[in-house]
């Protein structure tokens, strides 16, 4: 399978639409917390923007809301899979992306052959706290040799510098939240992800 190597996370369909229209064509909404009416109106918005412009939209961790929004991919963390209908999921056609941050997790992802595996963090990160310390550039070559043909994708605390650098030890995707989203011009920041990625 091949996945465009730029993946940014956003937390709104407007977020969506904005880094779309830049170029982005794979990209992940992480809502939380929404009230369920504003989740079900935000996800069909961002079905609807990706669809029409031909981006892969990946919906984070509301699987159900995902299934009744017609989301083509979801992204569950571990916790979601101990709650997750994946024979559903897979019943209707969609792919599954995975968190790992351990050789434990990693077990676990694979026996329900995901679509990608994610590793992170790879750098420390603003973006929430974590209970693993950063893996560091090398785990992503450990990771990807034990994954083989399953896209790598490589997040937390990427610059496009540092995405470079997973990209070259051998991750698939490079993730990023915050050196878009918190960036000034953050569709300017998108056009250099996209050169960037694409290479």
Same mark, same amino acid.
């Given at each position: 399978m091949s996945l465009d190597r730029f993946y940014p996370i956003v +937390?709104?369909?407007?977020?969506v639409g904005r880094l779309?229209?830049?170029?982005?064509?794979?990209?992940?909404?992480?809502? =939380?917390?929404?009230?369920p009416a504003r989740l079900r109106a935000e996800l069909h918005h961002a079905v609807t923007i990706c669809r029409r412009s031909?981006?892969?939209?990946?919906v984070n961790d509301h699987w159900e809301a995902a299934l009744?929004?017609?989301? +083509?991919?979801?992204? &569950?963390?571990?916790?979601?899979?101990?709650?997750?209908?994946?024979g559903a999921l897979r019943a209707r056609g969609l792919q599954i992306?995975?968190?790992?941050?351990?050789h434990e997790e990693l077990d676990r992802a694979l026996s329900f052959d995901p679509?990608?595996?994610?590793?992170?963090?790879?750098?420390?990160?603003?973006? =929430?706290?974590?209970?693993?310390?950063?893996?560091?550039?090398?785990?992503?070559?450990?990771?990807?040799g034990l994954i083989g043909d399953i896209p790598l994708v490589a997040i937390g605390? &990427?610059?496009?510098?540092?995405?470079?650098?997973? &990209?070259?030890?051998?991750? +698939?995707?490079?993730?990023?939240?915050? +050196?878009?989203?918190?960036n000034p011009d953050p569709e300017?920041?998108?056009?250099e992800w996209v050169e960037a990625t694409r290479e």
């Amino acid at each position: 399978m091949s996945l465009d190597r730029f993946y940014p996370i956003v +937390d709104s369909a407007l977020w969506v639409g904005r880094l779309v229209g830049e170029g982005a064509e794979l990209i992940q909404l992480r809502i =939380k917390d929404a009230e369920p009416a504003r989740l079900r109106a935000e996800l069909h918005h961002a079905v609807t923007i990706c669809r029409r412009s031909g981006a892969t939209l990946v919906v984070n961790d509301h699987w159900e809301a995902a299934l009744d929004a017609g989301a +083509d991919w979801v992204h &569950l963390g571990q916790s979601d899979l101990d709650n997750a209908d994946v024979g559903a999921l897979r019943a209707r056609g969609l792919q599954i992306g995975l968190s790992t941050h351990s050789h434990e997790e990693l077990d676990r992802a694979l026996s329900f052959d995901p679509d990608y595996v994610a590793l992170g963090p790879i750098y420390p990160t603003i973006l =929430k706290a974590m209970a693993f310390a950063p893996q560091g550039l090398e785990r992503i070559g450990e990771w990807k040799g034990l994954i083989g043909d399953i896209p790598l994708v490589a997040i937390g605390g &990427l610059n496009i510098e540092r995405a470079r650098a997973c &990209l070259a030890a051998g991750a +698939d995707v490079v993730s990023v939240v915050t +050196d878009i989203t918190l960036n000034p011009d953050p569709e300017a920041r998108t056009r250099e992800w996209v050169e960037a990625t694409r290479e």
